[in-house]
Nanobody, 117 residues
Framework: QVQLVESGGGLVQPGGSLRLSCAASGSAFSINIMGWYRQAPGKERELVATITADGRPNFADSVKGRFTISRDNAKNTVYLQMNSLKPEDTAVYYC???????????WGQGTQVTVAS
């Protein structure tokens, strides 16, 4: 069974940077799409970025040019590099590992990112 463990969250000032990591268990990591999602208080969970098994990224418009997603299949780890952080980036960030066919969908527990002075 796949287990996802996020790390790297914390408090950062506006304009600062954080790097989130998501370590995944399981041998199917390399074929799964990996993604980062976030949920702010009172808001729905939203896509931040995804990366396919062959390394193609996709970003939400709100983070394009500021965030970078990458993966290291050898380490079963996906990263989210967050630069030029804004207060509106404050949210719990969740890691997701999924595959369409055969179906597979796993979520991490989330890590808090707070952008404030």
């Amino acid at each position: 069974q796949v287990q996802l463990v996020e790390s790297g969250g914390g408090l950062v000032q506006p304009g600062g940077s954080l790097r989130l990591s998501c370590a995944a268990s399981g041998s199917a990591f390399s074929i799964n799409i990996m993604g980062w999602y976030r949920q702010a208080p009172g808001k729905e969970r939203e896509l931040v970025a995804t990366i396919t098994a062959d390394g193609r990224p996709n970003f939400a418009d709100s983070v394009k040019g500021r965030f970078t997603i990458s993966r290291d299949n050898a380490k079963n780890t996906v990263y989210l590099q967050m630069n030029s952080l804004k207060p509106e980036d404050t949210a719990v960030y969740y890691c997701r590992s999924y595959h369409i066919s055969p179906r597979s969908d796993y979520w991490g527990q989330g890590t808090q990112v707070t952008v404030a002075s």
